[in-house]
């Protein structure tokens, strides 16, 4: 930055000014100061330009990292309840498995159940049967002899 150094010559001039006596005033060279001074004149636009840009790149970068901060948030956010969702889904489905394995089960054994007392049913009318028609075959039989 060229302003810096055109200030620092400035400085100098001052600083080698010769001391009026019993005041705190100094003697300069007058057109070597002027000239100083033109030259920070015409460097200060440009870098009050450059310092300008500078200024505003930064805070466009700091508004893009922002933002690009805000959005792996956002995203991390979506992931997580994502995640949360997939979680309860699994969980309700393993619910919902259980519930349909004990109705499964619970209708498996009353189907059981029906068919065992259907068969003893069926025996029962037949052992009922078989017996009526073994007391008949006897009684014919006794008939016979």
């Not at 100094?26 to 004149?41: F, G, S, W």
């Not at 995203?75 to 994502?82: F, G, K, Q, T």
């Not at 979680?87 to 068919?115: L, P, V």
């Amino acid at each position: 930055m060229e302003i810096f150094t055109l200030l620092e010559e400035l400085e100098e001039l001052i600083e080698k000014g010769t001391k009026v006596p019993f005041s705190e005033k100094c003697m300069i060279e007058h057109d070597e100061a002027l000239d100083l001074i033109k030259e920070i004149r015409l460097k200060l636009p440009d870098e009050l330009k450059q310092a300008k840009w500078v200024k505003e790149e930064r805070e466009r970068i700091l508004s893009e990292a922002q933002k690009e901060a805000d959005d792996v948030v956002k995203e991390a956010e979506n992931r997580i309840i994502a995640m949360i969702d997939e979680h309860e889904i699994t969980k309700k489905a393993y619910d919902q498995k259980n519930q349909i394995m004990s109705a499964a089960n619970e209708s498996s054994r009353q189907i059981t159940k029906g068919a065992r007392e259907y068969a003893d049913n069926i025996l029962s009318g037949l052992a009922k049967t078989l017996e009526d028609t073994l007391k008949e075959i006897e009684h014919d039989r006794r008939e016979l002899k």
